[in-house]
C-alpha cells in the first residue's frame, strides 16, 4: 500500500472510531486530525470535506464488515431458522467489534444523518437494502428447501428481524450491557420456530 493509501485509510479508521464513539456530528475535522496526527493540509488533499469522508467511511469500510458480517453468513445457509438466529446471536453477544455502549453504526448514522443529509441517506439505504434483499432471499430458500412454511413472507418476516435487531442495539446502548440482549434472543428463537 503506497503512502497516501494508508494516510487515507488511517484517517478513516481513527474517523470512524471517533464518530461510532461521539457520533458524527459532535466530531469535527480538528478531532479526527488530532487523533489521525495528520495535517489539515493532509486530510483535505484526501477528502473535500467532512461529508466527503463519512461517505468513504459508509462505502469502503462499513459496506465491506457488512458484507463480511452481515451478509456472507446467510449466504450458503440451507436452514435460515437456524443462520438468522445465531447470525444475530452472534452479532449481540460476540462480535468485539460492535460495542453494546455505541450501538449499531449503520443504525446510528441513520438516526442522525439521514434527515437532512441525501448523500448519506442514499448510501446508508443502499448498505440496509443490501442485507434485507440477503435475508429475504436465505428466507426464500428456506421456504424451498422445507424448512419454513410455504405460507411465510420473507419480507415481512426480514423486517421484522432487522427493526429488532436495531431497536435492541438501543435498549443495549441505554443499559450499557449485553444483558438486556437476552429476553430479545430468547423471543426471537421462539417466534423463529413459528416459521416452520
Request: aromatic fraction near 12%; proline fraction near 3%.
Amino acid at each position: 500500500m503506497k503512502k497516501a493509501e494508508a494516510t487515507r485509510l488511517k484517517i478513516l479508521e481513527k474517523a470512524f472510531e471517533l464518530i461510532y464513539a461521539k457520533g458524527y456530528q459532535t466530531t469535527s475535522v480538528d478531532d479526527i486530525i488530532a487523533t489521525t496526527e495528520v495535517t489539515k493540509g493532509a486530510f483535505y488533499y484526501h477528502f473535500k470535506n467532512k461529508d466527503e469522508m463519512g461517505i468513504s467511511i459508509i462505502n469502503e469500510l462499513m459496506k465491506p464488515s457488512l458484507t463480511k458480517g452481515f451478509i456472507d453468513p446467510l449466504l450458503n445457509e440451507n436452514d435460515p431458522v437456524e443462520g438468522i438466529y445465531t447470525l444475530v446471536y452472534n452479532l449481540l453477544m460476540k462480535n468485539d467489534f460492535l460495542k453494546v455502549e455505541y450501538g449499531c453504526p449503520v443504525s446510528n448514522l441513520t438516526h442522525e444523518m439521514t434527515p437532512w443529509n441525501t448523500d448519506f441517506n442514499n448510501a446508508l439505504d443502499e448498505l440496509t437494502q443490501q442485507w434485507i434483499k440477503t435475508m429475504a432471499e436465505s428466507v426464500e430458500r428456506g421456504k424451498k428447501n422445507g424448512f419454513i412454511r410455504a405460507d411465510v413472507n420473507s419480507m415481512q418476516v426480514t423486517m421484522f428481524v432487522m427493526s429488532g435487531y436495531w431497536g435492541i442495539r438501543n435498549f443495549g446502548k441505554l443499559a450499557n450491557s449485553k444483558k438486556i440482549y437476552l429476553p430479545f434472543l430468547k423471543e426471537l428463537k421462539k417466534y423463529f420456530e413459528t416459521l416452520r
